[in-house]
Structures are given as structure tokens and as C-alpha cells.
Nanobody, 126 residues
Framework: QVQLVESGGGLVQAGGSLRLSCVVS????????MGWFRQGPGKDREVVAA????????YYADSVKGRFTISRDNAKNTVYLQMNSLKPEDTAVYYC???????????????????WGQGTQVTVSS
């Protein structure tokens, strides 16, 4: 059974930084495409960033491009989301997700992901 556990959320002032981590159980992490999603208050869940299993391919939502960086360490079964220059509108519960798909692609639609973490709260104060 695959389990995802996020950490690193918290309260930060606007302009600050946080680094989210997501540890994935199981021996096949390196075959999963990974994604970070978020759901703000009263909003639908949206993709933030995604990365292919080899890390050769990455995707960023326009709202976070240039501020957030997704990366992964397959030896540690971990995917990261470095968040810089945080804004109040980044406030949300952040989820990591795993997709086991053929090829070395990334996925931006949540329906492609089979496994989800429990989420970690990120709150950015103004």
C-alpha cells in the first residue's frame, strides 16, 4: 500500500519561505510522477506543480511560476516544494499526489493521480 505523508507547512509572513516535503512509502517511488495541489478556503483544488519520475519534466501553475520549485530525491522517496516570496493568496491546504503512469510525463489534472497525502496547512499572513 502506498502512503504519502506531507510536512513543512505552517504560518509565515508574506514574503517568507517554506519548504514542503512529501515522503512516499513503498519501493517504487522512482516510477511515480508526483504533483503538488492546493485547496484554499472556498476554492476548488488546483494544481501547483508537477514533476515526472525522472525529474526531466516539470510544470508550474502561472500563479506560482518563478516563486515555487518542485524537486524530488528518488533515493529518499521524497518530493519537495520550495515556496519563496509567499503571498496571502497562497494560503491553502497543500497536498502531494502520486501517479503511476507509463512514460516519463507529468500530470496537471487531479484525476490522473491515484494516491494522495493528508495535506499540510500553509497560512501566509499579510
Amino acid at each position: 500500500q502506498v502512503q504519502l505523508v506531507e510536512s513543512g507547512g505552517g504560518l509565515v509572513q508574506a514574503g517568507g519561505s517554506l519548504r514542503l516535503s512529501c515522503v512516499v512509502s513503498g519501493r517504487t517511488f522512482s516510477t511515480y510522477a508526483m504533483g503538488w495541489f492546493r485547496q484554499g478556503p472556498g476554492k476548488d483544488r488546483e494544481v501547483v506543480a508537477a514533476i515526472s519520475w525522472s525529474a526531466n519534466g516539470t510544470y508550474y501553475a502561472d500563479s506560482v511560476k518563478g516563486r515555487f520549485t518542485i524537486s524530488r530525491d528518488n533515493a529518499k522517496n521524497t518530493v519537495y516544494l520550495q515556496m519563496n516570496s509567499l503571498k496571502p493568496e497562497d494560503t491553502a491546504v497543500y497536498y502531494c499526489a502520486a501517479a503511476r503512469r507509463p512514460g516519463d510525463g507529468y500530470y496537471v489534472t487531479d484525476s490522473w493521480y491515484e494516491y494522495w497525502g493528508q495535506g499540510t496547512q500553509v497560512t501566509v499572513s499579510s
